[in-house]
């Protein structure tokens, strides 16, 4: 993960088509997601109120599948039924404590789903991440990267503001010039999830249920974006979940609040 990733995004930015002003009840979330055919739910990682909206949601949805953010297609392949409710087994099958990931538990009761319907990986690896940072996503990306847009540039705003975001998450400490390159590990992040998430569609019906970051799941520029460009037919909602009160237009079909966790200051290496 990203350094900061956790409170970098906990208050949207005022970009992308915006959407509801106050925050949804679970009853406004499931009457929007239970209409769509990909159902993203984003998160602050290491926020548990945000993992336990997601199991409700998931509860209410009955999905017919979950793309995981956190897991690689091989990793998901070792979430069978008969280890999804073994939290501590499924842990050490997934070598959870060595991924950088916040506690298993927040993600236990997520993964638990997978007893009754298929877990798809969408994790993108530290060499592909690195290519795509030195030479784009479009050319680290494994599949069609013209499905998903990546052979294209960002517009200059889009790239300014992607760029600006990539320097908040990072406590302002990165040289401009190496910023595009963390763009582009993200654009091959987003793509990686919509691919996943197709494949699921195509295999399973809707709704597929998508776990990842906010970041991810925004509508203007993230995992949403990215299918409106491969799959313009499929209907998408996206969940934001923040720790603040978020300002402007927030780009998510609905939006929640919970209390912000107790972390140590993410920026503090960096003094």
């Not at 209390?259 to 960096?270: E, G, N, Y």
């Amino acid at each position: 993960m990203q350094v900061g990733c956790a409170t970098a995004i906990a208050s949207a930015l005022a970009l992308g088509a915006g959407a509801a002003s106050a925050q949804a009840t679970i009853s406004d979330i499931l009457a929007a997601a239970h209409a769509a055919d990909i159902v993203i739910l984003g998160e602050v990682h290491d926020n548990p109120a945000h993992h336990a909206m997601q199991a409700d949601v998931l509860s209410g949805l009955s999905p017919s599948a979950i793309v995981f953010e956190m897991i690689s297609s091989d990793e998901a392949a070792l979430v069978t039924p008969s280890i999804a409710t073994d939290a501590a087994a499924l842990s050490e099958a997934l070598d959870w404590a060595s991924s950088g990931w916040p506690d298993f538990a927040f993600y236990a009761p997520l993964f638990a789903f997978g007893s009754d319907v298929p877990v798809y990986g969408a994790g993108v690896g530290r060499e592909a991440a690195q290519g795509a940072f030195a030479q784009g996503a479009a050319a680290a990306f494994p599949g069609d990267a013209v499905r998903f847009g990546l052979d294209a540039a960002l517009p200059g705003p889009e790239q300014a503001a992607r760029e600006a975001e990539q320097m908040e998450a990072h406590c302002d400490a990165l040289p401009e010039d190496i910023l595009p390159g963390f763009v582009e590990a993200q654009r091959l992040r987003d793509a990686a999830l919509a691919e996943a998430a197709l494949d699921a569609l195509a295999a399973h019906g809707p709704p597929v249920a998508v776990i990842t970051g906010n970041g991810h799941a925004r509508r203007d520029w993230g995992v949403p974006a990215l299918l409106a460009i491969a799959a313009p037919d499929v209907t998408v909602f996206s969940l934001g979940q923040f720790e603040a009160q978020p300002e402007g237009e927030v780009p998510f079909d609905l939006w929640t609040l919970a209390d912000p966790v107790d972390r140590p200051d993410p920026c503090a290496a960096f003094r």
